[in-house]
């Protein structure tokens, strides 16, 4: 391993789907080998994820971490291993989703997702969302969002009908919320979700940074898509996967050479280590 590199500290964050996940949705064996490697010698390896913490922790065991993660595209960071943690959220408020919903109609959404700690709200069931949104231990209310949810959130996923309706949404949400925003998925663009302004994944590695002491050049994030946006342009070195989009490689300091399926964060890292 280079020397210089051997003795300094850095803070290596991971996005999940698309990067650290093969399609399979397991993480490859060498990046896995690596990574617990890394982590040995010192660095604070973490992932920072559009998911739910419940879905996070089972990665972040198999790679036998005990550092913080990021979930919900920031707006919570947690370390379930450290009793003396105390978590960060951020909460998206119960009437500004119902005054989103009640504007465009039920009827514009397929389907709908939102859920707190302890509870998911859907507005229509579909199987497909039990496989990706994983409501394990989760108290389960399917039907009319503006009937059903009683609550704020911190996430607010929409699928929508018709994409003639994309800008009209993006306008409303820009022009009634002071804090929030529109995201649709460069993957599978009849999804969007709420993020909020103010919070995202690379606010979120800061403050982790700032508590392992450690500056921006020595900050380390892989990503691949736009909700990796903020944290690709801000970290010290930056990662965009193969795979990933192509408007978001135009702010990455590298694009791996490999895909999430053949090692990409494994290879990448081997070189800038020299391994």
Not at 9 to 21: A, E, N, P, S, Y
Not at 28 to 56: E, Y
Not at 116 to 123: E, G
Not at 224 to 247: L, R, T, W, Y
Request: glycine share 4%; with cysteine.
């Amino acid at each position: 391993m280079n020397e210089i590199l051997k003795n300094q500290k850095f803070l290596l964050v991971f996005d999940l789907d698309g990067t650290l996940l093969t399609s399979a949705q397991n993480i490859a064996p060498k990046t896995k080998k690596l990574l617990q490697q890394l982590s040995d010698m010192g660095n604070i390896v973490t992932i920072a994820s559009g998911r739910p913490p419940r879905s996070i922790y089972h990665y972040h065991s198999m790679l036998n971490l005990n550092d913080p993660y990021i979930g919900y595209n920031g707006a919570i960071i947690d370390n379930p291993y450290d009793a003396n943690f105390t978590p960060i959220r951020k909460w998206i408020k119960k009437e500004e989703v119902l005054s989103f919903v009640s504007h465009f109609g039920e009827d514009a959404f397929c389907n709908m997702m939102l859920e707190d700690d302890t509870d998911q709200f859907y507005l229509r069931k579909n199987d497909a969302y039990t496989y990706f949104f994983h409501p394990e231990g989760m108290k389960l209310h399917i039907g009319s969002v503006l009937e059903n949810l009683d609550r704020d959130v911190m996430t607010c996923v929409i699928e929508v009908k018709d994409l003639s309706d994309k800008q009209a949404m993006l306008d409303y949400v820009s022009s009634h919320f002071d804090n929030l925003g529109l995201r649709f998925w460069f993957n599978a663009p009849h999804f969007a979700e709420f993020y909020f302004l103010d919070t995202n994944k690379a606010t979120s590695i800061y403050k982790l940074a700032e508590f392992y002491h450690i500056d921006k050049a020595h900050i380390i994030a892989f990503g691949d898509a736009m909700n990796d946006f903020q944290m690709i342009k801000s970290a010290g070195v930056s990662f965009v996967m193969k795979n990933g989009s192509p408007e978001l490689k135009q702010y990455s300091t590298y694009v791996t050479e490999y895909d999430n399926d053949h090692e990409g964060i494994y290879h990448a890292l081997k070189d800038f280590f020299k391994i």
